[in-house]
């Protein structure tokens, strides 16, 4: 698979990131919290087969061993350690993210692709992610638009928290389900369906022991683990760590009670200990937004009303860095955006900083060999639409910045 970028090797990306390494999170192109304390932002606890812990602050990250209680990797830069994000809005900060949910099929000798996906959240905008190869399978795309339920529960932006839970239901059987958090609500999601299966629910009224620990709001990460089982054949334990601040609370989701009362995260996770994922420091300034984009995306090949178009669209600045807003790779069918994609996100440069957009899309072909639908830059001259055309086809982009 050859992931296609509209920008030219050995070109310099650019990040979201302006003002220092950390910040805390807020809402939507807000401002962050006054005082607030600076700890763990989001967690990713990657596959259902290695559960390995990667834990989210600003622009950086760190890989932790909950076992051995150790730092594996980090803390280290998103955009180095995640070099399909680096010329992206994720690449400075993410709200969550959880793995793909798939059903191990023991008839395989080689795992499935999808053992290794990877949905992040950021504002109102999500992008599945490829950890193995390293490259955004497709997006940014709307939350709202291709999670089922989510708009309607409001959990269509400024995600809190999330993960995914792997209940053994014996005989090699599992059930997952996706549990979102916002606010004081959380919702329950389930991919098979795909779609909100429930809520929204009060964190406080259904998670004993949240509310007198002050986790019945606002939380900033969820860790989730799987603790394999003693005897052979037993039941795995399933656990979650909920992180607030520069607290932690342990709880058992098979008793569904909390283990230990809130204590500070370096208690309980000694090996960042002194590091700012335990820190107890005021939270620094949320990087600059200089300026907030809509775009809409279409995609045409004459005589196709399908087309399943793959490659990148990215904003090139006149001091030679990109940007990138929109990401597919080529997937034959399976593509989610076809005729038209949209995004919205927040620019750490303004109008004024754009030079061009550039276009790097073709088109899945079976039959008679993929097409070329735009391979080429536009002049930036304000809002308005630019349109490239290649051999097939063409591409718009309706770009309106705020």
């Not at 089982?229 to 058992?252: E, S, T």
């Not at 005729?339 to 957009?357: G, H, Q, Y």
Request: net charge negative.
């Amino acid at each position: 698979m050859v992931a296609y970028n509209a920008v030219p090797p050995g070109a310099t990306l650019v990040s979201a990131r302006i003002c220092g390494p950390l910040f805390r999170k807020t809402t939507f192109g807000g401002a962050s919290t006054p005082g607030a304390t600076m700890t763990i932002q989001a967690v990713l606890s990657r596959s259902q087969l290695k559960w390995d812990t990667y834990m989210f602050l600003g622009n950086q990250y760190v890989s932790y061993s909950l076992t051995d209680n150790v730092i594996r990797v980090g803390p280290r830069g998103i955009d180095a350690g995640w070099p399909g994000l680096r010329d992206t809005q994720f690449a400075d900060a993410i709200d969550a993210a959880v793995p793909f949910s798939y059903r191990p099929d023991p008839t395989r000798l080689v795992p499935p692709p999808e053992q290794e996906y990877i949905y992040i959240f950021k504002g109102d905008q999500y992008v599945r992610y490829d950890f193995q190869n390293e490259q955004i399978i497709y997006g940014p795309l709307d939350i709202g638009q291709w999670w089922p339920g989510m708009k309607d529960a409001g959990f269509d932006r400024d995600i809190d928290a999330a993960f995914l839970d792997h209940r053994d239901a014996g005989m090699s059987i599992f059930e997952d389900t996706y549990l979102f958090f916002k606010g004081d609500k959380y919702i329950t999601y389930d991919p098979r369906a795909d779609r909100v299966s429930g809520g929204p629910f009060s964190i406080g009224d259904k998670w004993p022991g949240l509310r007198a620990a002050g986790f019945d709001r606002d939380l900033d990460a969820v860790v989730y683990r799987i603790i394999p089982p003693v005897a052979l054949g037993g039941p795995n334990k399933r656990q979650c760590y909920f992180v607030k601040g520069d607290k932690v609370l342990h709880f058992d989701l098979d008793e569904w009670k909390p283990l230990t009362d809130a204590r500070p995260i370096g208690d309980l996770w000694y090996g960042l200990k002194g590091t700012d994922y335990a820190s107890t420091k005021a939270a620094p300034p949320f990087p600059q937004v200089k300026a907030r984009a809509e775009f809409r995306f279409h995609f045409n090949n004459p005589g196709e009303t399908d087309p399943n178009p793959y490659g990148s669209i990215s904003l090139n600045l006149k001091d030679g860095r990109h940007f990138r807003i929109w990401t597919q790779q080529n997937q034959g069918n399976s593509t989610p955006a076809r005729s038209t994609a949209a995004a919205t996100m927040n620019l750490p440069f303004t109008a004024a900083d754009i030079a061009s957009v550039g276009f790097w899309v073709d088109e899945y072909d079976l039959l008679s060999g993929d097409d070329f639908l735009a391979r080429s830059t536009k002049d930036f001259s304000g809002n308005g639409s630019y349109t490239v055309s290649a051999d097939d086809g063409s591409v718009t982009v309706d770009i309106t910045i705020t």
